[in-house]
Nanobody
Framework: QVQLVESGGGLVQAGGSLRLSCAAS????????MGWFRQAPGKEREFVAA????????YYADSVKGRFTISRDNAKNTVWLQMNSLKPEDTAVYYC???????????????????WGQGTQVTVSS
C-alpha cells in the first residue's frame, strides 16, 4: 500500500504561480512512476504530467508543456508540480497518483495508476 498526500493548492490570479507537493508513504520502494492529473467540474480527469521514479524521465500534456514542471526527490518520497503562467482553464482539483511495478508503458490514462491522493483545489482567477 502507498499513501499519497497532496498540498499546495489555493487561489491565484492568472499569470501567477503555485507549487503542488505530493508526499508518498508506505511501499515507496516499489513505485515506478508518479503522475499528476486534474479534474475540472463536469469534466473527465485528465493527465497533466508524470515522472519516472528512477531516472527522472518526464512527460507532459500539451496543454501545460512549457508552463508546468514536475520534479521529485526520492530521498524525501516527494513529487512536486511547479505551475507557472497559470490560466483560468487550469482551475481544477489536482490529484497525485502512483504507478507500481516495472516497465509500465502507458502513463496518461487514469487506469494506468494504482494509487491516488485525495486531491488539492487550484483556482485561477481572471
Amino acid at each position: 500500500q502507498v499513501q499519497l498526500v497532496e498540498s499546495g493548492g489555493g487561489l491565484v490570479q492568472a499569470g501567477g504561480s503555485l507549487r503542488l507537493s505530493c508526499a508518498a508513504s508506505g511501499r515507496t520502494l516499489s513505485i515506478y512512476r508518479m503522475g499528476w492529473f486534474r479534474q475540472a467540474p463536469g469534466k473527465e480527469r485528465e493527465f497533466v504530467a508524470a515522472i519516472r521514479w528512477s531516472g527522472g524521465n518526464t512527460y507532459y500534456a500539451d496543454s501545460v508543456k512549457g508552463r508546468f514542471t514536475i520534479s521529485r526527490d526520492n530521498a524525501k518520497n516527494t513529487v512536486w508540480l511547479q505551475m507557472n503562467s497559470l490560466k483560468p482553464e487550469d482551475t481544477a482539483v489536482y490529484y497525485c497518483a502512483a504507478q507500481y511495478g516495472s516497465s509500465r508503458s502507458t502513463l496518461t490514462r487514469r487506469s494506468d495508476y494504482d494509487y491516488w491522493g485525495q486531491g488539492t483545489q487550484v483556482t485561477v482567477s481572471s
